[in-house]
Each structure stands twice: as structure tokens, then as C-alpha cells.
Nanobody, 124 residues
Framework: QVQLVESGGGLVQAGGSLRLSCAAS????????MGWFRQAPGKGREFVGTISLSGGSTYYADSVKGRFTISRDNAKNTVYLQMNSLKPEDTAVYYCAAANFFHPKLPVTDIRYWGQGTQVTVSS
């Protein structure tokens, strides 16, 4: 069992940056592939990116590629999502997730644990 808690969300102007953190407690997050998803109002949960156990491999949705970066610090049981050049369409609740298997698109059905989410709002 692992508990995931996101932080770092907030309101930012278009073009700005935010860094989200996901702290894991319980079983170490280093035992899991980690991912970030987001859900905008009235839309389904969307894959943002994923990072392998060691942190050596990452994959991103096309909509965020080149702007967002996922990293992890296994010693701190924390995963990060650095978001640069934010756009109004990035506005959503962002969720941290843990899975057993690494997959470039990390299907929602593969997720074992979810965080509670953190709101990111980008104003134009």
C-alpha cells in the first residue's frame, strides 16, 4: 500500500511555470513506475507523462512534450512534474499515480494508486 500526496498547484499566468510534487508514504515509491495525469472540467482523465523505476526513461503526451518534465528522487520518495510555458488549456486537476509496469502511454487501467489531485489554473 502506498499513499500519494500532490502539492504545488496554483494559479499562474500563461507562459509561466509551476512545479508539482508527489510525496509517497507507506511502501516506497521506488517500487513503482510513476505517472502524472490530468482532468479538466467535463473531460476524462488524460495521460500527461510517466517515468520508469530508475528515472532513466520518460514518456510524455504530445500535448506537453517539450514543456513538461518528470523526474523522481527515490531517496525522498518524491516525484516531480516541472511545467513550463503553461497554456490556458493546461488548466486541470493534476493527479500523481503509481503502477507496476512501465508503458509509454501508461493506461489508466494499469494504475494501482492515485493521489487526491492538485488544481492547476492557467490564466490567459
Amino acid at each position: 500500500q502506498v499513499q500519494l500526496v500532490e502539492s504545488g498547484g496554483g494559479l499562474v499566468q500563461a507562459g509561466g511555470s509551476l512545479r508539482l510534487s508527489c510525496a509517497a508514504s507507506g511502501r516506497s515509491s521506488s517500487s513503482y513506475v510513476m505517472g502524472w495525469f490530468r482532468q479538466a472540467p467535463g473531460k476524462g482523465r488524460e495521460f500527461v507523462g510517466t517515468i520508469s523505476l530508475s528515472g532513466g526513461s520518460t514518456y510524455y503526451a504530445d500535448s506537453v512534450k517539450g514543456r513538461f518534465t518528470i523526474s523522481r528522487d527515490n531517496a525522498k520518495n518524491t516525484v516531480y512534474l516541472q511545467m513550463n510555458s503553461l497554456k490556458p488549456e493546461d488548466t486541470a486537476v493534476y493527479y500523481c499515480a503509481a503502477a507496476n509496469f512501465f508503458h509509454p502511454k501508461l493506461p489508466v487501467t494499469d494504475i494501482r494508486y492515485w493521489g487526491q489531485g492538485t488544481q492547476v489554473t492557467v490564466s490567459s
